[in-house]
């Protein structure tokens, strides 16, 4: 079975101008990776279990912080490179970014060096208006975003590329 994770896609409006809340993932690997790099809270979720449910825990553990709304918009599911299937909701809230706080988790490093370290999940977290957040986003959640706008029914001529 393909790898499955789930994922909230958070949105706010500032000035009456769209933005989404990514987040960067920790570790090594994408310390100096900028754009094409950023992506919703997300993570892998167990055949047993909801993909909603999974996506609400996620956000959690990815950011320290708990979503309160039954408005939750349903995006298409997405696929990334790697073959794993993305589900994602939308929902309207503001959280502090800079004051987000994630899970760690541990690999060997430097490879082949026998020390295992631990990283935070996700290093950082940060709100982006919409023109900002397509360039930051891995190229295969781009969708989400542009979905998100169509589900708003948002012009997207007011939405600056």
């Known amino acids: 079975m393909k790898k499955r994770s789930a994922g909230i896609l ?6 009456n101008n769209l933005q989404v809340l990514l987040v960067h993932p920790g570790g090594p690997y994408w310390k100096n990776k900028d754009e094409n790099s950023w ?10 279990e909801r993909a909603f449910d999974a996506a609400l825990r996620e956000f959690k553990e990815e950011t320290g912080m708990e979503l309160n709304s039954n408005k939750f918009i ?3 599911p997405v696929i990334q490179n790697s073959g794993k299937i993305v589900y994602a909701w939308a929902v309207e809230g503001d959280i502090d970014a800079q004051s987000i706080w994630s899970n760690l988790y541990e690999i060997e490093w430097p ?3 026998g020390k295992m370290q631990k990283f935070p999940e996700v290093d950082k977290a940060e709100w982006f208006p919409i023109p900002i957040a397509r360039k930051k ?9 542009e979905e998100l706008i169509n589900k708003l029914n948002l012009d997207k001529d007011k939405i600056k590329t």
């Open 10 to 15: 958070l949105y706010k409006f500032v000035n």
């Open 39 to 48: 992506s919703i809270p997300k993570g892998e979720f167990q055949e047993d």
């Open 74 to 76: 349903e995006l298409s």
């Open 111 to 113: 490879p082949k060096s």
């Open 137 to 145: 986003i891995l190229k295969k959640q781009y969708g989400l975003i």
